[in-house]
Structure formats: structure tokens, C-alpha cells
């Protein structure tokens, strides 16, 4: 398990691009990337492994569900060290104790117990606004947002409704609305109704609160730049032409 105040503004690169897996990437080249510090997050290692073939500098993982049906993946991620870091919920720990022997591995909770730290402000959080606060953590003086699209399709047609309120993939789609990867998600899945209103924005405004006050406090002038196409943060940060960004 990693040291996390060791892990505070330890970046070795100035900026870090964070890449949600929105639709709004499907014709992104991620090439782009490979040179690059960045965030990844989810069930997104299922493109870097079948087709990109190169893996994030940092994974970001939160959702408790996605990682107790898709394990076993993300157990060989970590042991196979595809990225140098991994920010997971604690929760892992029920299912593979082991995770806690990893000098990769970062809890979100620990974060939110450390003193001074930007993660103790996010009340409600995803993964995306997670990967965002993990950057500032990992002392980026920018920070680049790519596909956080928020405007899911809540229930798609290739979903059922569990009795615990989760939802089960049960055909694979073959034209997703809510990600760019074709086989993102898959028969089988079990995952969160995305809540966009409840959790995701809300989440996002308090990301750009946690921005200006630590900014302000630690007088850092840390930019925050919104490359996705979808309007839906532009409340939150200024959007800027994906385009102009390769």
C-alpha cells in the first residue's frame, strides 16, 4: 500500500491529461497519449489491452461494484504492474486482501482521512472527479479533461434492473451511447445507475470549488482545462475545442 503523503506533489510531469471513457472519444487518436502522463479510469483497460496496447500512468477505480465483478482483471493489472499507480476503494480489500501489500495501490478513504488534502472537500465522488483530484495530488500545474461527458443513457436496452438496484448487462451492445469503446461494456457487467444529477455533477461542482480554494490557500495558480464535447460541465469549466488539443 502506498504512502500517500510521499505520494502528495510527486509528479513527474507538469501536466496530466484525464480520460473518462465518454462517447465523445470515439474518434479521439490516443496515440496522443503514449508520451504522455495520464489518468485512466474503469472498465476502459479492456481497450488499452484488446487495442491500444499501451496502459495509463495512473489507473482510478472507486466504484466499489465495478471492481467486485471485474476482479480478476483488475487484480492483473495491478500484479502485472500495467500502470505505476492505482487509486481504488478500499472495498477491494473484502474480496483480495492482498491488494494492501501493494506499494502501488492508494485507498481513496486514506486520502480522505489525510490531513490537508483535496479528497477530505469531495463529498460524493466517481472515478472522474476522483482522477481529477488525484492529479492535483500528484502536483500537475495542469490538467487536461478528456471524455467526462456526463449525459448518460441511465438504462440502456441491453440492461436488466437488479433487485439491489444495480444494473446487469445481460447482451452486449453493439453501439453503446454512453462510452467510446465498442466492447467497454460487456454480457455479464454488473454496474451503478449512473445517477448523473444525484452524484456526477454534483461531484463536478465540488471539484471546481476544490480547485479554487486550494488554489487559493496554497497560492497555486493550478489550470483546469474542459476538452469534452458535451455542454454538460460547461457550468463548472470553460470548454476548449478538442481539436485544438492534438
Known sequence: ???????????ESNEIYVVGNGASLK?????FLKDKCW?????????WKEELGFYPTHYVNVDSVVLKNNLEDIKDLIIN?????????????????EAQDYES????????MSKENPFRNL???????????????????????????????????ECIKLDDGTLKIIETPQNNPNYYYHAYQQIGDIYNKPNKDRVHLQSWFDVRNIFILFNMLRRKDIKLYNYNTSATLD????RKNLSLLI
Open 81 to 97: 504492474k500495467k500502470c505505476e499507480t492505482f487509486l481504488l476503494c478500499a472495498s477491494i480489500i473484502q474480496w483480495w486482501p
Open 235 to 238: 457550468d463548472y469549466f470553460e
Open 105 to 112: 495501490v492508494i485507498f481513496i478513504q486514506q486520502y480522505k
Open 39 to 47: 489518468i485512466g479510469c474503469c472498465l476502459a483497460y479492456r481497450h
Open 27 to 31: 474518434d479521439f487518436d490516443f496515440n
Open 123 to 157: 463529498i460524493d465522488y466517481c472515478s472522474g472527479t476522483s482522477a481529477t483530484i488525484f492529479a492535483y495530488c500528484l502536483g500537475a500545474t495542469k490538467v487536461h479533461l478528456l471524455g467526462m461527458d456526463c449525459n448518460y443513457v441511465e438504462c440502456i436496452p
Open 1 to 11: 500500500m502506498a504512502d500517500i503523503e510521499n505520494n502528495i506533489s510527486s509528479a
